[in-house]
Structures are given as structure tokens and as C-alpha cells.
């Protein structure tokens, strides 16, 4: 079965420092991995996805994320940290063996101080 | 540029109480989902559907119902309201094997 895990909770970090959100993910074929920021009162916004080739992924707002299958992650980086970063985000993936639904994880609330 | 449209955007409901949550998408996209998200639960799979005139059942389907009469909506229904159903609610569209569309949420409330 599909799952994510998203170990911490909250993470907090000093503004222009880099940044690094957790995740880790259990399929039984390929995954397809997904990143997505929520910001107070709204829905969830794409940040970026690795489906296959460079396990470095660039997306929106600066963040890049890093597909390691040997210890099956996909954690969520960017090299200095804005206060506008501060929101909840959320790691998911797709099992290739079944493209019908996506698991997301618990999310991380990331709050950057000023 | 509407993507994924909700309504209504809130809610307040008595206990017992019916109403029908409205999903829809002009992405022409072929799935559609209903999630519901709580503090420190995440986002869980309430129902889905992979085209149109199917639904199938998600992680926590019990008390609701779903309909996927037109490829373009998805509408889920709440038969008999309670107060643990309070959460908001976010419907989401894909096309097979793609990231996820979402739309901004409804807020229901059961008193």
C-alpha cells in the first residue's frame, strides 16, 4: 500500500537560512512525488513533482526537492528562506501501479522567524 | 481561468441536517475527488471517481455520498449531518497519473 510520512510537525527556521522539509515514501512500484503549499484559508498550490530522470526537481518560489530512492524520500529544500514561505506544506505521492489516487502526508507547518 | 470551482465556501449546518456539496472543473480532467481536512490529520480521501458515472469509495467514506452524473462535476452529499463532520472540504480534479488540481475549500460547520 501506499504511504507518506512527514516526521516533523513544525519546523522553524531563521530568514536566509536554507530550509529543509522531511519526507519519506512507501510504494510498491514507481512513485510519483508531489510537493504542495497550503497558505492560511486557501486550498493547496502545486509546488513541483518528480515523475522520472533528474532527482533534482525545481519548482515554483524557489523550491527544489531531492528524489533519493535508496532511502526512499523526497525531502523539500530551498537555499534561503523567506518570511512568505511561512505555511503548511504537504508531501504525497503516486503509486505507477495504480494512477487513480494520490496519499498525501500529515503536512509540516514551516514558519521562517524574521 | 476557473479550474476547480466550490460551493458554497461555508457552511453552517444543524445536527440531521442534508446538503449537497458542488464540485466542478473545466479542465476537462477524468478524476475527481473529494477530501476532507482536519488539524493534524492531514487530507483524507472522503471518495473519488475516475470518470464519469463511476465513484468509488476513499479512506473515510462513512456518512457521505458522491455523484459523477457529468464528467465536469462531482458533488458530494452529507445525508444526516453530525458535528464530527465538521471540517473543510476540498474537492480536486487530474487527468490519469498527473498532480492534482485543487479548489479553495468549503467550510462546514455542525451545530
Known amino acids: 500500500a501506499q504511504s507518506v510520512a512527514q516526521p516533523e510537525d513544525q519546523v522553524n527556521v531563521a530568514e536566509g537560512n536554507p530550509l529543509t522539509v522531511k519526507c519519506t515514501y512507501s510504494?510498491?512500484?514507481?512513485?510519483?512525488l508531489f510537493w504542495y503549499v497550503q497558505y492560511p484559508n486557501r486550498g493547496l498550490q502545486f509546488l513541483l513533482k518528480y515523475i522520472t530522470g533528474d532527482n533534482l526537481v525545481k519548482g515554483s518560489y524557489g523550491f527544489e526537492a531531492e528524489f533519493n530512492k535508496s532511502q526512499t524520500s523526497f525531502h523539500l529544500k530551498k537555499p534561503s528562506a523567506l518570511v512568505s514561505d511561512s505555511a503548511l506544506y504537504f508531501c504525497?505521492?503516486?503509486?505507477?501501479?495504480?494512477?487513480?489516487?494520490?496519499?498525501f502526508g500529515k503536512g509540516t507547518r514551516l514558519h521562517i522567524l524574521p | 481561468n476557473a479550474g476547480v470551482t466550490q460551493t458554497p465556501k461555508f457552511r453552517v449546518l444543524k445536527t440531521g441536517q442534508s446538503m449537497t456539496l458542488l464540485c466542478a472543473q473545466d479542465m476537462n480532467h477524468e478524476y475527481m475527488y473529494w477530501y476532507r481536512q482536519d488539524p493534524g490529520m492531514g487530507l483524507r480521501l472522503i471518495h473519488y471517481s475516475v470518470g464519469e458515472g463511476t465513484t468509488a469509495k476513499g479512506e473515510v467514506p462513512d456518512g457521505y455520498n458522491v455523484s459523477r452524473l457529468k464528467k465536469q462535476n462531482f458533488l458530494l452529499g452529507l445525508e444526516s449531518a453530525a458535528p464530527s463532520q465538521t471540517s473543510v472540504y476540498f474537492c480536486?480534479?487530474?487527468?490519469?497519473?498527473?498532480?492534482?488540481?485543487f479548489g479553495s475549500g468549503t467550510r462546514l460547520t455542525v451545530v
Open positions: 480536486a480534479s487530474s487527468p490519469p497519473g498527473f498532480g492534482y488540481t
Open positions: 510504494v510498491s512500484g514507481n512513485p510519483y
Open positions: 504525497a505521492v503516486r503509486d505507477d501501479n495504480r494512477d487513480d489516487k494520490i496519499i
